[in-house]
């Protein structure tokens, strides 16, 4: 599983845009392999495909907010989509992921106090930078994609 440690180390190797982007992966390359891509994705596919527990004493030790994951169930599925076609993902965008589906205090998936725009500007976030990808490669190589 992911540690702290690790994600701090990719974050403070990303900000550096002048290095390769190998290079930039750092101590966290792990983070940005075709294993954990596939963890991503499935989990990004559970959390679209989970509803509210109909029964009181469920609901009661259940953390994720159901009613925010609705607001974006549709764009969930089309990142876990282009994140499973992406040979090298954006590292931003995947230490967001990992946050959002992970950090019970600040994601807006799990903590009242964050406000649902927060939920909204990460998935716009996380889906333009992986969609940019895909729509920058050639014609040619898109179709190939598909």
């Keep these: 599983m992911w540690t702290s440690e690790s994600l701090t180390s990719v974050r403070e190797t990303c900000d550096d845009a002048s290095l390769p982007r190998p290079a930039r992966a750092g101590g966290g390359a792990r983070?940005?392999?075709k294993r954990t891509r596939r963890r991503l994705v499935r989990a990004l596919r559970e959390l679209a495909?989970?509803?509210?527990?109909?029964?009181?004493?469920r609901r009661r030790f259940e953390v994720l907010l159901y009613e925010r994951v609705a607001l974006v169930r549709d764009e969930l599925l089309e990142i876990a989509v282009l994140l499973e076609r992406e040979t090298q993902p954006d590292p931003g965008c995947v230490v967001a992921l990992h946050r959002l589906l992970t950090d019970?205090?600040?994601?807006?998936?799990?903590?009242?106090d964050v406000h649902p725009s927060e939920l909204?500007?990460?998935?716009?976030?996380?889906?333009?930078?992986?969609?940019?990808?895909?729509?920058?490669?050639?014609?040619?190589?898109?179709?190939?994609?598909?």
């Design 120 to 146: 909204r500007a990460t998935v716009h976030y996380v889906r333009s930078r992986l969609g940019a990808r895909v729509n920058s490669l050639p014609s040619d190589t898109r179709l190939a994609r598909y």
């Design 49 to 57: 495909r989970r509803s509210s527990p109909g029964d009181a004493p």
């Design 104 to 112: 019970g205090c600040a994601s807006p998936l799990f903590n009242r």
């Design 31 to 33: 983070l940005f392999n």
